[in-house]
Structures are given as C-alpha cells and as structure tokens.
C-alpha cells in the first residue's frame, strides 16, 4: 500500500505563486507514473498534470500549461506541483494520484480519471 499526503496548500492573491508537494510512504513510487489532479467546488475532479516515473516526461492540461510545473524526487518519494501565475480559477482541493501499472501515464492523457492511490488533498484558494 501508498499513501499520500499532500501539503503546500493555502490562501494566495491572483498572481502569485504555490509549490504543493506530495509525500509517499509505505512503497517506492519510483515505477509509478504520478499525477496532479483538482476538484473545484461544484465540479467533477479533471486531471492537471503528470510525470513519467523517470521524471523525464510530462503532460499538462491545456488550462495549467505553461503556468505550473509537475517535477519528482525518487530520492525523497515525493511529487510537486510549482504553481505559477495563479486564477482565481484555480481555487479547488488538488490531489495526488499514483498510477502503479502505467509507468507513462496513459490513461490519463486519454482523459481517464482513474488511479490506484490517491491522496487526501490540499486546498489552493486563489483570491482576486
């Protein structure tokens, strides 16, 4: 079994800038593909961001690319997510999700929602 536990949520003005990380414990996700999703109040969860278990790859949803940036540390078994340029659309409760069976997450730059691990979530409230 993972678990994940997110932290780096909180409160920032449109603008400004949040760094979520994501802790694993339990096993390595060093052969997991990870991922970055968010449900804002009212909606369904979409999918925001992923990372390649090597780190070498990423993929971002249209609405987040080229503000945030998903990175990893294998050493430290954590994810994160560096959120720049922040909206007020943003504002959601943000999860991490591991995928133990795709290690290039391809199933969720089809638009599959699905995970085997999925963190509690964090709270990014964004302000205008």
């Known amino acids: 079994q993972v678990q994940l536990v997110e932290s780096g949520g909180g409160l920032v003005q449109a603008g400004g800038s949040l760094r979520l990380s994501c802790a694993a414990s339990?096993?390595?996700?060093?052969?997991?593909?990870m991922g970055w999703f968010r449900q804002a109040p009212g909606k369904e969860r979409e999918f925001v961001a992923l990372v390649s278990w090597t780190g070498g790859d990423t993929f971002y949803a249209n609405s987040v690319k080229g503000r945030f940036t998903i990175s990893r540390d294998n050493a430290k078994n954590t994810v994160y997510l560096q959120m720049n340029s922040l909206k007020v659309e943003d504002t959601a409760v943000y999860y991490c999700?591991?995928?133990?069976?795709?290690?290039?997450?391809?199933?969720?730059?089809?638009?599959?929602?699905?995970?085997?691990?999925w963190g509690k979530g964090a709270l990014v409230t964004v302000s205008a």
């Open positions: 999700a591991a995928d133990s069976l795709d290690r290039y997450g391809g199933s969720w730059r089809q638009g599959h929602g699905g995970a085997d691990y």
């Open positions: 339990g096993r390595t996700i060093s052969s997991y593909a």
